[in-house]
């Protein structure tokens, strides 16, 4: 079955650090893959996504490139602010010839991300 | 528009009572999702909607039921509430894109304590 796994964490930052949070996975099919966001008290939304192998996501400073031969959708960001701070989960959405999935995603575990002043 | 909605917020409820929790969304999407989120284990799947009518089981079904009776609202119901139910619900919506891209968005959440 399809599963994702996320560095540990939590991860502590000061303010302009340079992020990586990793991102691993396995799939049967052609995967999207996307990273969720959720700030303190709400619920998750999109931060960028991916639909096929090489494919670059992007938006607010944050990038995640799709790379099959790693199987790998590790997310980055130059200079991370204080409104950064929040759970950042990984996910994949599986894709087969000749089927749907339905849109079904799977996550994985979240890695908080705490950035100081 | 309101997005996807939650009711309720909150609740403590004890071992072997019921409840129903109420998502509802305004995007006019066909596809609706019941996710729970426990420490560690990111979010998981309870069960899922692809339409008005239509129900199905995601990764961790036992002890949930749902209904979609209107396209706008799928409830979640849970018949004899257990202690291991204790967790936060979310519920979220999507367009289908038919090929596995669909962006979910999701309601702020429902806090449950089985004592």
């Known amino acids: 079955g399809n599963s994702v796994t996320q560095m540990e964490g939590p991860v502590t930052l000061s303010e302009e650090a340079f992020l990586t949070i990793n991102c691993t996975y396995t799939a049967t099919g052609y995967p999207s893959l996307f990273w969720y966001v959720q700030y303190p008290g709400e619920g998750l939304q999109l931060l960028l996504k991916a639909t096929k192998a090489d494919d670059k996501g992007s938006n607010k400073g944050f990038e995640a490139t799709y790379r099959k031969e790693t199987t790998s959708f590790h997310l980055e960001k130059g200079s991370v602010q204080v409104s950064d701070s929040a759970v950042y989960f990984c996910?994949?959405?599986?894709?087969?010839?000749?089927?749907?999935?339905?849109?079904?995603?799977?996550f994985g575990q979240g890695t908080i991300l705490t950035v100081h002043p | 528009n309101a997005g996807v909605t939650q009711t309720p917020k909150f609740r403590v409820l004890k071992t072997g009572q019921s409840m129903t929790l109420l998502c509802a969304q305004d995007?006019?999407?066909?596809?609706m999702y019941w996710y729970r989120q426990d420490p560690g284990m990111g979010l998981r799947l309870i069960h899922y909607s692809v339409g008005e009518g239509t129900t199905a089981k995601g990764e961790v079904p036992d002890g949930y039921n749902v209904s979609r009776l209107k396209k706008q609202n799928f409830l979640l119901g849970l018949e004899s509430a257990a202690p291991s139910q204790t967790s936060v619900y979310f519920c979220?919506?999507?367009?289908?894109?038919?090929?596995?891209?669909?962006?979910?968005?999701f309601g702020p959440g429902t806090r449950l304590t089985v004592l």
């Open positions: 979220a919506s999507s367009s289908p894109a038919g090929d596995g891209t669909d962006t979910q968005y």
């Open positions: 996910a994949l959405s599986g894709r087969y010839a000749g089927g749907t999935s339905y849109g079904k995603l799977t």
């Open positions: 995007m006019n999407h066909e596809y």
